[in-house]
Nanobody
């Protein structure tokens, strides 16, 4: 399984960015796909997840600003990030797992596969 994240970059506060994660080597539509982020000196934290049935879940810090979606035909998962804030600055990682139970979707240690990360920097 390979996950390749892209779309990060530099944005000003209030602007938008869209991340993509291309997956290969898996039966994509059976997987839960998640986005996590890690800022310098901090633990990796949950951002959003979309399950195999397209149910979505968000961290409170991004709810209403970020949107996760998936394209099963193209094996892609997206993270649309709007109204960006400086505190959104981090490396963003996509992750995948086929056997997560609902209570585990926010736990980064429960995902089997990870992409390499893409840097998002938001200036004030």
């Amino acid at each position: 399984v390979q996950l390749q994240a892209s779309g990060g970059g530099l944005a000003q506060a209030g602007e938008s960015l869209k991340l993509s994660c291309a997956a290969s080597g898996l039966t994509f539509n059976r997987y839960t796909l998640g986005w996590f982020r890690q800022a310098p000196g901090k633990d990796r934290e949950f951002v959003a997840t979309i399950r195999y049935n397209s149910a979505t879940y968000y961290a409170d810090s991004v709810k209403g600003r970020f949107a996760i979606s998936r394209d099963n035909a193209k094996n892609l998962v997206y993270l649309e990030m709007n109204s960006l804030k400086p505190e959104d600055t981090a490396i963003y990682y996509c992750a995948a797992d086929s056997s997560l139970i609902l209570s585990s979707i926010r736990r980064h240690d429960q995902y089997d596969y990870w992409g390499q990360g893409t840097q998002v920097t938001v200036s004030s």
